[in-house]
Every structure is written in C-alpha cells, then in structure tokens.
C-alpha cells in the first residue's frame, strides 16, 4: 500500500511542471557566482565605471526592496527570511499543479523562486544582501541591486503579463 502511494507520487512529480526549478538553480548559481565576485574584486561603497549609466557598486542591503526597513533593530532579516521561505513553497506548490502546455507561467514561477532562494542565502549566511549593479541618470541612482534581485524582476514581469494578456486567450 505504501509503495502503491510512493509510486502514484513519484509519477505524479514527473508529471508536474518540477521540471522547471533547474532554471531556480540556474538563477541561485548566477546570483551566488557573480555576488562572491563582486565581493572579491569590489570595495565596498566604491563604484566601479562601466558605462555612462552603469557602474558596478558592492553594496549590503539588511532590508528588502529598495532597501526597505533596512534602518531597523535586525528583526527584518528574519521577517524577509520567513517570507522568503514562505513564497518560495507557494509558488513551488503553484508550479507544481500547472499543466505542462503552462511553459510560460512555469518559467515565471522558476525565476522568482530562484531569485528569492538566491537573496534568502545571503540573509541566512551574512545577515544582509549583497548587490553590486548601479544603474544611474546623471545623478538620479536607481537602489544597487543584484542577480536574484533580476531574476525576480523578470519572474514578477511575466506573471503580470500572463494575467493580464495570457489569461484573455484562456477564457
């Protein structure tokens, strides 16, 4: 009876759109990779010029987004560890239940698990996240960011145009 239940999942698993977190770990090693080079050859507050709009920064981010709560007593990073943790299993509870012909959504899914496991790392290890692309305007800086930070940018972009565009074509 056990080994009926294991057989029925396991099949169930193959079946699921799983498949798609290889493109989760993708992002999670672009993120770690390129985050322990900007530590290594990056000072930290010292921007690095690449492009007229573009410089590479080592910057530590205790907050989220836009450095949001950043400035608080340390108990954010465990709020963002909790939410981090807490998105990642609903999303991956979400891909799992698409349909396989749901490449796209499944894609979008992939790429903000992976990015938010990716900044989840960095909060565990190093009670921070590291980010290091500036991309600026003259003088107006966009907030320092990071592969991860992409990753979920990218993933949050697709899901809203899926609902938005996608979603008429199903109905």
Known sequence: MLNNFVQKHLSDLNKSQLKWLWLAFIAIVLDFVTKQMAE???NYAQPVYVLP???LTLLYNKGAAFSFLANEGGWQRWFFTAIAVGVSAVLTVWL????PSEKFLSVALAL???GALGNLYDRLVYGHVIDFIHVHWDKHYFPAFN?????ITLGAAMLM????FMQNKKD
């Open 40 to 42: 290594s050859l990056l």
């Open 53 to 55: 709009v573009f410089d």
């Open 96 to 99: 799992m239940k698409l349909k």
């Open 112 to 114: 903000v698990i992976g």
């Open 147 to 151: 592969i991860a930070d992409s990753a």
């Open 161 to 164: 145009y899926e609902s938005i």
